[in-house]
């Protein structure tokens, strides 16, 4: 398999902030935007397999991606409560099931679709606020470079 990450990947900066988020919103590794960082929809690749990038960079590190889930739920509940208002507004006999029902089944069924989005999203938000340390570089480095060939 050829290695498609160098060592001037390694030593390049920190990616821009429009770029992690992208990659976050895309399910892509927020330092290479290299994708298959998922095992299965609900389990995340300890390291990215390309760069090598450690994602859960501490114990319980995962827990903010619970709260970007979160958001993104009370984000499209937000909205629906708005067209609900919309329409009733327009016609104060509609009823209160049909919105309800969708209510219901975005709060119980967009987790479990956002769930892997909300991990890399929240992984980008981490990487851009807390930058890579040079020790973070190296072990990532050694997770996927081949070891140097010896000098003899
Ligand atoms: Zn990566």
Not at 22 to 27: D, P, S, T, V
Not at 51 to 75: H, K, Q, T
Not at 115 to 143: C, G, H, K, N
Request: glycine share 10%; aromatic share 14%; charged share 20%.
């Amino acid at each position: 398999m050829e290695r498609s990450f160098g060592v001037d990947d390694v030593l390049a900066g920190q990616p821009s902030w429009g770029t992690l988020i992208k990659r976050g919103l895309m399910k892509k590794c927020p330092r290479c935007g290299g994708g298959h960082i998922f095992r299965s929809w609900f389990r995340m690749k300890e390291r990215c397999p390309r760069c090598g990038y450690l994602f859960e960079r501490e114990p319980g590190f995962f827990i903010g991606s619970y709260f970007v889930n979160f958001m993104i739920a009370e984000g499209f509940l937000f909205v629906l409560v708005m067209v609900f208002v919309g329409f009733k507004a327009n016609s104060p006999d509609m009823g209160i099931r049909v919105p309800a029902a969708i209510g219901v089944a975005i709060a119980i069924v967009g987790p479990l679709v956002f769930y892997p989005f909300s991990r890399t999203i929240w992984s980008a938000f981490d990487l851009l606020m807390t930058p890579l340390e040079v020790e973070e570089i190296v072990q990532a480095a050694d997770a996927v470079l081949p070891p140097p060939e010896s000098e003899d």
